[in-house]
């Protein structure tokens, strides 16, 4: 079992920053991919971005050069850099840790994020 923790999320104007961290905890035996979604009210969830053990990134095309993920395998943690802000980016950020070989998967609890003047 994989525990995940967020932190970061908050109000913020248009055009400002936040920074969102989840930390994975529990039974972390082999190589893994992190990654966060986001769910805006009435519509799907959706990736946001993703990095791989190796480093390997990948961004949903309306945060690509505004949002950077990263992670600190040391300490198991995920980190997601959001600037440019914008309204539409409103939305409940969650945490995936996903093993690479079983693909078994765990979700953290979501934190909210809203972008208003």
């Known amino acids: 079992q994989v525990q995940l923790v967020e932190s970061g999320g908050g109000l913020v104007q248009p055009g400002g920053s936040l920074r969102l961290s989840c930390a994975a905890s529990g039974r972390i035996d082999s190589i893994y991919v992190l990654g966060w979604y986001r769910q805006a009210p009435g519509k799907q969830r959706e990736l946001v971005a993703s990095i791989t053990a190796g480093g390997r990134v990948n961004y949903a095309d309306s945060v690509g050069g505004r949002f950077t993920i990263s992670r600190d395998n040391a300490k198991n943690t995920v980190y997601l850099q959001m600037n440019s802000l914008k309204p539409e980016d409103t939305a409940v950020y969650f945490c995936?840790?996903?093993?690479?070989?079983?693909?078994?998967?765990?979700w953290g609890q979501g934190t909210q994020v809203t972008v208003s003047s």
């Open positions: 995936n840790f996903r093993f690479t070989v079983s693909t078994q998967q765990y």
